[in-house]
């Protein structure tokens, strides 16, 4: 079975633009977690999204939006890109049974020039 | 405080050793905790869970969760080069988020 599967692997953009994230969970899984890793750092909690519902947001501005459709895969989009947001970002996939594990993909880095 | 804290690194030992490695959470309601191996450069990789108090074995990996003190821990026996990497400690604070430490590089010796 393919693990979970994210797009692209790595990105440049400059600051005012607007990225798009992909993500693919692991088959059978129907939840879909958001993550952004800045260097030295845990991952810090964006999004989960369950059954195409938002079901938390961790404390990110409005400008980080996502979400998730029919066959469970997710975007995650980011509007008026800063500097700050240069990060390594994962998308973890688990059933969506309460407190279950996570797994995580290969994740995207965002470098803000 | 921080939700979830991790023994400041790095940790260096010698090869055949056993690594040590501390977490403590600040939720009491967590109900289950994870540890994460992350290699420089890659995502993180789950190597152990746990929801009991008490001790879980898998492989050379030992978890330990002291609910009463608020306390994980992960022991790495017969540390190998392989192991070298970056040990991240996470908790579900609710049903559905994890809250993760700062983690903890850890380097086995040849």
């Known amino acids: 079975d393919a693990g979970v599967t994210q797009s692209p692997t790595h990105l440049i953009k400059t600051r005012g633009q607007h990225v798009t994230l992909r993500c693919s969970p692991i088959s059978g899984h129907k939840s879909v977690s958001w993550y952004q890793q800045v260097l030295g750092q845990g991952p810090q909690f964006i999004f989960q999204?369950?059954?195409?519902?938002?079901?938390g947001r961790g404390n990110f501005p409005d400008r980080f939006s996502a979400r998730q459709f029919p066959n469970y895969s997710s975007e995650l989009n980011v509007n008026a890109l800063l500097l700050g947001d240069s990060a390594l970002y994962l998308c973890?996939?688990?059933?969506?049974?309460?407190?279950?594990?996570?797994?995580f993909g290969p994740g995207t880095r965002l470098t803000v020039l | 405080q921080k939700e979830v804290e991790q023994n400041s690194g790095p940790l260096s030992v010698p090869e055949g050793a056993i690594a040590s490695l501390n977490c403590t959470y600040s939720d009491r309601v967590s109900q289950s905790f994870f540890w994460y191996r992350q290699y420089s450069g890659k995502s993180p990789e789950l190597i152990m869970s746990i929801y009991s108090n008490g001790d879980k074995e898998d492989g050379r990996f030992t978890a330990q969760l002291n609910k009463a003190s608020q306390y994980v821990s992960l022991l790495i026996r017969d540390s190998q080069p392989s192991d070298s990497a970056t040990y991240l400690c996470?908790?579900?604070?609710?049903?559905?988020?994890?809250?993760f430490g700062a983690g903890t590089t850890v380097t086995v010796r040849a």
């Open positions: 996470a908790v579900n604070t609710n049903d559905y988020k994890l809250s």
């Open positions: 973890a996939s688990s059933s969506g049974l309460a407190y279950n594990e996570q797994f």
């Open positions: 999204y369950y059954e195409k519902e938002e079901r």
